[in-house]
C-alpha cells in the first residue's frame, strides 16, 4: 500500500469494523436461536423417559407425589441450562488488528523486492524513488 492512500485504507477499514460488529450481533441472535431449538428437542427427546424413571433430585423438588410432564421438562431445562453453551460465548469478540509494518533500506535491498513492487504498483516511478531510499539510507 502507497502512503498517500493510507487515510482511504483506514475509512474504508473503520467502516468495515462497523459492519462487523453488526454481523457479530446478527450472528449471536441466529445461533442462538438455533441452540435455543436444540436445547428444546433435547428436553422433548428426555421429557418420557424422565417420567418413566424419576431422578429423585425431581421427586425431592415436587410438591405431592405426582411428577407432571411440565415439572420433567421444568427439570430437565434446569439440568441444561448450566451445561448447553450462550452464543455470546462462542463467536466472543470479533474484531480486525490492523497493523502496518514500513519498508526498511534492508528490504528494499532484498533480492527481488523492487521487481515484486514495481509489479504491484506499476504507475510509480520506483526507479527515482529507490534511487532517493537508497541515497537517504546510505547518509545514515
Known amino acids: 500500500m502507497l502512503l498517500a492512500q493510507k487515510q482511504q485504507l483506514l475509512d474504508r477499514l473503520e467502516e468495515f469494523k462497523k459492519n462487523l460488529a453488526g454481523h457479530q450481533q446478527a450472528l449471536a441472535a441466529g445461533l442462538q436461536g438455533d441452540l435455543d431449538r436444540s436445547r428444546m428437542q433435547i428436553t422433548e427427546y428426555y421429557v418420557p423417559i424422565v417420567m418413566a424413571n424419576p431422578p429423585d433430585s425431581l421427586r425431592g423438588g415436587v410438591m405431592g407425589s405426582s ?11 434446569r439440568q441444561l441450562e448450566s451445561d448447553f453453551p450462550v452464543a455470546e460465548k462462542i463467536i466472543g469478540d470479533m474484531h480486525l488488528d490492523v497493523r502496518f509494518k514500513d519498508v526498511t533500506f534492508e528490504t528494499l535491498n532484498m533480492g527481488d523486492f523492487l521487481d515484486s513492487v514495481k509489479t504491484a504498483f506499476p504507475l510509480v516511478d520506483w526507479d527515482t524513488a529507490y534511487e532517493v531510499f537508497r541515497a537517504a539510507g546510505e547518509r545514515t
Open 67 to 77: 411428577i407432571t410432564e411440565d415439572n420433567a421438562r421444568s427439570w430437565i431445562s
